[in-house]
């Protein structure tokens, strides 16, 4: 009987701002009674002292709820037994509770049943097709998706069509639940499958409402803001974190990467480092170390930073975040930034070394994604199974100045060298010849106009003049062309803003 009444109906909500001017009976009833003269078919109130009030006003059919901030539970929708009595006392017809698996005082099973033995209908306040699929279990007459974008991570703006149409799947008893501000939106959800649809803030929440046109008109004067981004380098022992905007660093903090922690935690860091920046950026850029393809990080040497398996860094970095991401390996971010900062729009090829070496590759104007430009993971002929960065680094330069009974800080085997100590030269000389090995290899892979060259080591006093003898030695068939990045340990940080806005995904 309420199922017919309700079938294809508007459920409008009416439920005041808490604490604003209309949070009283008087105005609860009027708007119940405004939306029924327009044709509503039902009404959903919060409080039992409001249903009570609504109730001796109308026979129309009242989904009630009650809603409490618990201290020991995020639950706020008619978390307890006994508010399912208040409800039904004071003349609801269906009852209405939050039907998420998360910490609860009572079970999605128990209110279920207190609704069931009150004498009325039940409805489940679902977030996912899970939490429905399970309140159907225990035997609720209706679900909702009124709890979807609700349970974490920034609110939504859009209602979720999907869900409802998920939910449809499972039962004819949906309805349909979450900003649904506009006609064309409800329109929507009766197509996907709702029996009903709830409308509440665009019709009953005057604040809300005015708040939507005031930022609209406010848009439209301000000047045309240019888009600040949120850069991420994550690297293997520092991370940094900058607000940029047009290619310009306004603001950058540093913090230790805690390298026994995991992708969760790191981003969990980066967001309490950066908790004042919030709402100044308007999307997100993470460079990190290891291979990202398709959103998803996988390490590639879990020396450098332990990940185990792959992670959603794109999709759990824009539920930290509130904005949308963009992830790169953070040498194919300083590749892309090294190309933006020059006028040169040839293919490029930039190779750092520091603590370890990586790389990345622009050919016709597109950085390549995935694994390209690992060049730090190729074999070393000499090298055993070794890879190449193990003995083009400087931790290889100060292991091995250290064997010779030197100080192991590679920039004093660098001034060493510089000075004609010849146990220095022979060291860089030999990371200098692998080097240029690469580089030439490189060439005749992909030809590139210019090879850039970044990092500690590669820039360090003498390095590349070494690299360019030791391939005049080689005799290639074609000179690589060597070139000193621009930009220094900002050229990640510079890139990854940069690809958040062409959003060049890799
Ligand atoms: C998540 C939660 O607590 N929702 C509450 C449920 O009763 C209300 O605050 C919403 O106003 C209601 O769901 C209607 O949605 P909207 O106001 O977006 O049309």
């Known amino acids: 009987m309420l199922t017919e009444i309700l079938k294809n109906g508007l459920i409008v909500s009416c439920q005041p701002v808490p604490g604003g001017v209309m949070d009283d009976s008087p105005y609860v009833v009027a708007f119940a009674l405004a939306a ?17 009030a609504v109730r001796a006003a109308t026979d129309a059919p009242i989904i009630g709820l009650i809603k409490r901030d618990l201290d020991d539970s995020p639950v706020r929708i008619t978390p307890f037994l006994d508010d399912v009595t208040a409800l039904a006392d004071a003349g609801a017809d269906i009852i209405a509770f939050d039907a998420t698996d998360r910490v609860r005082p009572a079970s999605v ?105 005031r930022e609209a008109l406010s848009e439209v004067n301000a000047p045309a803001a240019r888009p600040v ?4 380098d994550l690297g293997g022992t520092k991370t940094m974190a900058s607000l940029v905007q047009d290619g310009k660093v306004i603001e950058t903090v540093s913090i230790q990467t805690d390298r026994s922690g995991s992708p969760q935690g790191w981003l969990d860091a980066i967001a ?20 990202v393809r398709a959103g998803r990080w996988r390490a590639m040497n879990k020396a450098t930073l332990g990940i185990e398996g792959e992670f959603a860094l794109e ?12 992830a790169a390996n953070d040498a194919q971010a300083a590749a892309w930034g090294e190309y933006k900062a020059s006028e040169d729009r040839s293919d490029l090829v930039f190779i750092t070394v520091s603590t370890g070496l990586g790389g990345g590759i622009v050919s016709n104007g597109t950085l390549l994604g995935g694994i390209a430009g690992h060049f730090g993971q190729m074999r070393d002929p000499d090298g055993g199974s070794l890879p190449l960065e193990s003995r083009v680094c400087g931790p290889w330069i100060a292991a091995e100045a250290e064997r010779l009974g030197h100080s192991g800080e590679p920039r004093a085997v660098f001034d060493a ?54 391939i005049t030695a080689l005799a290639p068939p ?3 062309e060597l070139r000193a990045a621009k930009l220094g340990a900002s050229a990640g940080i510079v890139g990854i803003a940069d690809l958040v806005l062409t959003h060049k995904k890799t």
């Open 36 to 52: 029924l003269s327009a044709g509503a078919a039902g009404l959903r109130i919060e409080s039992a002292r409001y249903v009570a």
């Open 109 to 213: 099973a128990a209110l279920a049943k207190a609704v069931r033995d009150a004498g009325k209908l039940s409805m489940a306040d679902c977030s996912c097709v899970e939490d429905a699929r399970h309140a159907l279990s225990v035997g609720v007459d209706f679900v909702g998706s009124t709890m979807s974008g609700y349970t974490g991570g920034p609110e939504p703006v859009d209602p979720d069509i999907a869900l409802v149409a998920a939910l449809r799947e499972l039962t004819p008893n949906v309805i349909a639940e979450g900003r649904i501000r506009t006609p064309e939106q409800a329109q929507a959800a009766a197509r996907a499958g709702a029996a009903c649809v709830v409308v509440g803030s665009a019709i009953t929440r005057t604040e809300h409402v005015t708040a939507w046109f």
């Open 229 to 232: 981004v949120l850069a991420i």
């Open 272 to 291: 309490a480092a950066t908790r004042d920046w919030k709402g100044s950026y308007g999307a997100v850029g993470i460079a990190v170390t290891g291979a």
């Open 315 to 326: 999709i759990r970095a824009a539920e930290i975040f509130g904005a949308s991401v963009v």
């Open 417 to 470: 060298a510089v000075n004609g100590e010849e146990w220095a030269g022979v060291i860089i000389d030999g990371v200098a010849r692998r080097f240029a090995r690469l580089c030439c290899d490189i060439q005749l892979a992909i030809d590139p106009a210019r090879i850039v060259i970044g990092g500690g080591v590669g820039l360090a006093t003498g390095f590349m003049d070494r690299v360019r003898a030791e």
């Open 478 to 480: 074609v000179m690589p």
